[in-house]
């Protein structure tokens, strides 16, 4: 399985950017598919989850409300809408995978990682 995320770019506040992730393997459909973020000096940190089942989704409380997670099962693809950006949504933004299991909200549980793509809001 290989994903590969792309969409990153340099905004201003209150913009907006969607991300994309390329997904390969035939089962996309049966994945949990998640985003994290890196920001400078920090720890990764979760950002939205897709179930495999497409009946729920999560997002941390820093994004509620202004990212959207959404998935195409017949492109193999996964995206993040976020609006309303401001600075400390800088960051690496990841696409992970996880082939089996549950949604969840912890990178140790996903299997596969994109490369990451950079978002850099300015104020």
């Known amino acids: 399985v290989q994903l590969q995320a792309s969409g990153g770019g340099l905004v201003q506040a209150g913009g907006s950017l969607k991300l994309s992730c390329a997904v390969s393997?035939?089962?996309?459909?049966?994945?949990?598919m998640a985003w994290f973020r890196q920001a400078p000096g920090k720890e990764r940190e979760f950002v939205s989850v897709?179930?495999?089942?497409?009946?729920?989704?999560d997002y941390a409380d820093s994004v509620k409300g202004r990212f959207r997670i959404s998935r195409d099962n017949a492109e193999n693809m996964v995206y993040l809408e976020m609006n309303g950006l401001n600075p400390e949504d800088t960051a690496v933004y990841y696409c992970?995978?996880?082939?089996?299991?549950?949604?969840?909200?912890?990178?140790?549980?996903?299997?596969?990682w994109g490369q990451g793509t950079q978002v850099t809001v300015s104020s």
């Open positions: 992970a995978a996880r082939t089996n299991g549950r949604y969840s909200n912890s990178g140790a549980n996903y299997d596969y």
């Open positions: 897709f179930s495999r089942s497409g009946a729920f989704t």
């Open positions: 393997g035939r089962s996309f459909s049966s994945y949990t």
